[in-house]
Every structure is written in structure tokens, then in C-alpha cells.
């Protein structure tokens, strides 16, 4: 019950393209939902996050989709960048408990 | 910005020998963790500390791992008697009260030969 599943595993989109990554919880308890970005030899850094009283939420060219019916959520980059080319986990969490991530997307960028 | 700082930043040691991975968490904040991610995988919870206890652990988290804060600023974790198994990076991350973000180090890469 503790599980996130997310998908893909790895992406390929064009430079200005969207990148689209979901995410899958079980744990009906969670009620913080962050994603975060990792480089090569870096730690996770978070770039987002959303907790279930909205749908959405929006911070520059990132986006988080929210289903708290279907328990799903999602991350969109607009107009992706070859900077952005880096591993992505999302993650869960409810109050004060630990931090369960997901198995992480490899997105590359292509030019 | 305020940082959490590990070190060192890559550790090699032989199997059954003791390794102290070493973390100084951002200063305002309360509840520490440490996490490891084998190359390629996810990143997968060891354990969380608050007051000076641990608070939760993982079925990874065995006799062989201890954590510490011994002078209020640095956060340890100990492997007693390393495997082969225990080749990971292992990242150490502090939040502030109420469901906050997690930051997280840059990691300690630990190799068991």
C-alpha cells in the first residue's frame, strides 16, 4: 500500500516538445505529493509539488496534474529543453512520515 | 541557499569493515533522514530521526545500520560490518516541521569491494 508506480521509465521528446510522466498511489493517507529532479551524481532537488486540495498547479514550465479520485497524478514540462534531460521521481508522503518515491523517469531531451 | 553537506563524497571500503557516512542538515530544521538509491533505481528509505530518536525504519534499516547526532549538528550512519549489497549512494536529507519538502545532499557514494 505504500507504493508509487510511475511510468515511463524512460522518455524521448524533442526539444520544445512536452514531456508527460504519471504517477499511481495507493496509500489513500498521502496528502503531499512532491516530484523532483536528479542529475548524474547529484541528489534528488525538488522542483514541484502539490497537495490533493487542488487539481493543479503550475510553476513556470512545470505542471502537476492531480486525480484525487483516481489517485493519480502527473508531471508536464512545456516546451522542454535539453536542461532538462535528467531522471525524475515522483514522490508521496503523509504528515510526518517518510517520503516513498517512485521508480523514476529518465527523460532526454533531443535537439 | 542553506545546503545539506555530506561527506565524503565517495567512500571505498572491503567487505565486513565499518563505514561512518557523515551529513551536517540545514540548521533550522527537524526531522533528518537518510536514504540510498542503488545505481539505476529508485531511491529507497532507510530511516527518519526526530528528537534525537528514531522515528521510523525501513526492513533495510537492520542491526547492521545506526544513526546518530551526536553534537546537534552533524548526522551520522553507521554500517558496522559492510556487504557487497550495501554498494549504493546514500543521501541524507533534513525537512522543517509539517509536511515540507525534503533537501537532500549530494550524496555519498559508498563501494563495498
Known amino acids: 500500500q505504500q507504493q508509487v508506480k510511475q511510468s515511463p521509465q524512460s522518455l524521448i521528446v524533442q526539444k520544445g516538445g512536452i514531456s508527460i510522466i504519471n504517477c499511481a498511489y495507493e496509500n489513500t493517507a498521502f496528502d503531499y505529493f512532491p516530484w523532483y529532479q536528479q542529475f548524474p551524481g547529484k541528489g534528488p532537488a525538488l522542483l514541484i509539488a502539490?497537495?490533493?486540495?487542488?487539481s493543479e498547479k503550475k510553476e513556470g514550465r512545470f505542471t502537476i496534474s492531480f486525480n484525487k479520485s483516481a489517485k493519480q497524478f502527473s508531471l508536464h514540462i512545456m516546451d522542454s529543453q535539453p536542461g532538462d534531460s535528467a531522471t525524475y521521481f515522483c514522490?508521496?508522503?503523509?504528515?510526518?512520515?517518510?517520503?516513498?518515491f517512485g521508480t523514476g523517469t529518465r527523460l532526454q531531451v533531443t535537439l | 541557499e542553506p545546503e545539506v553537506t555530506q561527506t565524503p563524497s565517495h567512500q571505498v571500503t572491503q567487505m565486513g569493515q565499518e563505514v561512518i557516512l557523515r551529513c551536517v542538515p540545514i540548521s533550522n530544521h527537524l526531522y533528518f533522514y537518510w536514504y540510498r538509491q542503488i545505481l539505476g533505481q529508485k531511491v529507497e528509505f532507510l530511516v527518519s530521526?526526530?528528537?534525537?530518536?528514531?522515528?521510523?525504519k525501513s526492513e533495510i534499516f537492520d542491526d547492521q545500520f545506526s544513526v546518530e547526532r551526536p553534537d546537534g549538528s552533524n548526522f551520522t550512519l553507521k554500517i558496522r560490518s559492510t556487504k557487497l549489497e550495501d554498494s549504493a549512494m546514500y543521501f541524507c536529507a533534513g525537512r522543517d516541521r509539517g509536511p515540507s519538502p525534503l533537501h537532500f545532499g549530494n550524496g555519498t557514494r559508498l563501494t563495498v569491494t
Open positions: 502539490i497537495r490533493p486540495d487542488v
Open positions: 530521526f526526530y528528537n534525537n530518536e528514531i522515528s521510523e
Open positions: 514522490a508521496a508522503t503523509g504528515t510526518a512520515s517518510k517520503l516513498t
